[in-house]
């Protein structure tokens, strides 16, 4: 154990004289210190992180009880209370050890409150001392908890009515604030949720709900965790399960995919058709060059007929002969 002191700095005059408050005790435990610097750093960096403050600091909200530092100052009252509730401890121990202490699992924080005012924000995990009938203990779940939030119909900015399902991640993060300040956290928190979740997408047309989903379930979480701090509680996360459209809706944005999808089929089978074209032109072009390039067309064309099992046979005529029939000569007019 090591002891020194420590001046505190109270105010500065005008005359650049400083005033000293009276130089207050302070103990540093050589022992705790070494059990912190033996922790796992990961279990070490776990703990701090349950008791990581929010963003925006609660010490600094007005009329938030468990904000400030607890005023452990009793009246004459309370020290004879205390006194008299050591007597029957004593007399019947050690069976009174039943009633007087308690357990704290690790991943919960105990709140005690002494005649009414709170005693003590945050104890545990371990074993706890309580004082029967003059102390009252809490015990906060510090762990996740998550929760549905029930079906909501909004009215999108685009007047589109549409039922948004959402899943909501919250933790507490200051015990005496979340059991002194709200009478049911998780409760409040659910309630605050299907509010919040209609006041946010209320400013959110349908597209940006279908496609920027990401976004909106940030700006819920800032709403949501800017609202609960007061309470002690930080939500984590805000995920949407399910957005559901009118019936007349999903068959009017059917109707117009659909035929979105028609118009391009169109285009690209007149595009085939007119690359086809140039192909076959192309084709006509070579073959015209050659003249028995025709007669071997026709030969491939008879190969792949004659291939098949069918009793059609085609013999090919060169179209030559036609052209003799065409340009006979006419007899002059007499």
């Excluded at 005790?25 to 750093?41: A, G, R, T, V």
């Excluded at 909501?152 to 039922?163: G, I, N």
């Excluded at 979340?178 to 047309?205: C, D, F, P």
């Amino acid at each position: 154990m090591s002891h020194f002191k420590i001046p505190i700095i109270k105010r500065i005059n005008s005359s650049n004289t400083v005033d000293l408050e009276t130089e207050k005790d302070s103990f540093l435990c050589m022992n705790s210190s070494k059990q912190n610097s033996n922790l796992n750093p990961s279990s070490a960096s776990i703990r701090q992180n349950m008791h990581r403050p929010s963003v925006r600091s609660i010490s600094e909200t007005p009329n938030i009880i468990g904000a400030q530092a607890i005023n452990s100052q009793n009246d004459i009252c309370s020290y004879l209370l205390c006194a008299l509730t050591w007597v029957p401890i004593i007399i019947f121990f050690p069976f009174s050890l039943v009633f007087i202490f308690q357990i704290v699992q690790e991943y919960e924080r105990a709140v005690i409150f002494r005649l009414g005012r709170l005693w003590k924000s945050s104890c545990g995990p371990g074993v706890i001392l309580v004082l029967p009938c003059i102390e009252n203990v809490t015990k906060v779940d510090m762990r996740t908890v998550s929760f549905d939030v029930a079906p909501q119909e909004v009215l999108t900015k685009d007047s589109v009515t549409v039922a948004v399902d959402a899943v909501v991640y919250y933790r507490v993060f200051n015990p005496a604030v979340s059991v002194a300040n709200v009478e049911n956290a998780q409760e409040s928190t659910r309630l605050l949720a299907q509010t919040s979740l209609r006041n946010v997408l209320g400013q959110k047309s349908l597209s940006e709900i279908l496609s920027e989903r990401e976004s909106v379930s940030r700006s819920l979480k800032e709403c949501l965790d800017e609202a609960t701090d007061p309470w002690g509680i930080e939500v984590e996360r805000v995920e949407f399960k399910d957005v559901r459209l009118p019936v007349q809706l999903q068959r009017a944005m059917a109707a117009e995919a659909e035929a979105a999808r028609e118009a391009r089929a169109k285009v690209i089978a007149a595009e085939g058709e007119q690359r086809a074209a140039k192909a076959i032109k192309g084709a006509a072009d070579i073959i015209s060059s050659s003249k028995t390039a025709i007669q071997l067309r026709y030969l491939q064309t008879l190969n792949s007929i004659a291939s098949e099992k069918n009793s059609t046979i085609i013999f090919p005529v060169p179209i030559e002969i036609f052209d003799l029939f065409s340009n006979k000569p006419t007899s002059p007019r007499t």
